[in-house]
């Protein structure tokens, strides 16, 4: 199974249960924070993986990629299903949002050192 198949079977299955979970609890304002929670999980997931398995330099920065958005897509989701339980505090989940921001892009912009 190569990963475009993996990828379709699990988005498909983020939306299904997306769908169930915003029925069952008679909020149809969660299913858009599921959502990007779970896709934003495992794009992370795969950036992880990607980053932690690379041997050349290229598929490593792919993982990078992987992760800055996948984290950022992770957060939006946490920040809008913050603004769906305590609403009104809209300007404090953006400034989160750019601190979020901030903070990983300075992590992932850390190179190791080479070691001889």
Known sequence: MNLSTLTAAVVLFIIASAIVMSDQMNDWGLFLPSLLIGLGAYILI???WKKV???DRVA???GKFKIFWGDLIL???V???LNHWYPGNLLYLFIGLIVWL???ILLLGIRPKASY
């Open 46 to 48: 795969i950036g992880l």
């Open 60 to 62: 490593s920065d792919d």
């Open 102 to 104: 901030g903070i990983s």
């Open 79 to 81: 920040l809008v299903l």
């Open 75 to 77: 957060t939006l989701g």
């Open 53 to 55: 398995i690379s041997t």
